[in-house]
């Protein structure tokens, strides 16, 4: 259960990985809409039993606290100003 949970939790940080680093940070922002959309989107998919609840339920555990570390790690962008986290981003507008 706790391994199929955190297979489906890498797939979701992998996804977050992929983005540009741009996307990514404004993804960030809405850390809590992320967090609540991946745990009803996981849920609903596994529901039915109670190892697919329990896989479900951890994986939006572990992706609400991956999602605050990030936040913290990395900072996040709102109406377009950069708020540097602990690891400042160099978010320009031109690679």
């Not at 404004?26 to 989107?41: C, E, G, N, Q, T």
């Amino acid at each position: 259960m706790f391994i199929t949970g955190l297979v489906i939790f890498l797939s979701t940080i992998l996804v977050l990985i992929k983005l540009p680093r741009r996307w990514m940070l404004r993804a960030l922002r809405y850390d809590i809409a992320i967090d609540v959309a991946v745990s009803v989107v996981v849920l609903a998919l596994h529901f039915g039993t109670f190892s697919g609840l329990v896989a479900a339920t951890f994986a939006g555990l572990l992706t609400s606290v991956a999602t605050s570390a990030a936040k913290r790690a990395f900072g996040h962008i709102r109406a377009g100003r950069y708020y540097p986290g602990w690891i400042n981003l160099r978010v320009g507008d031109r690679p």
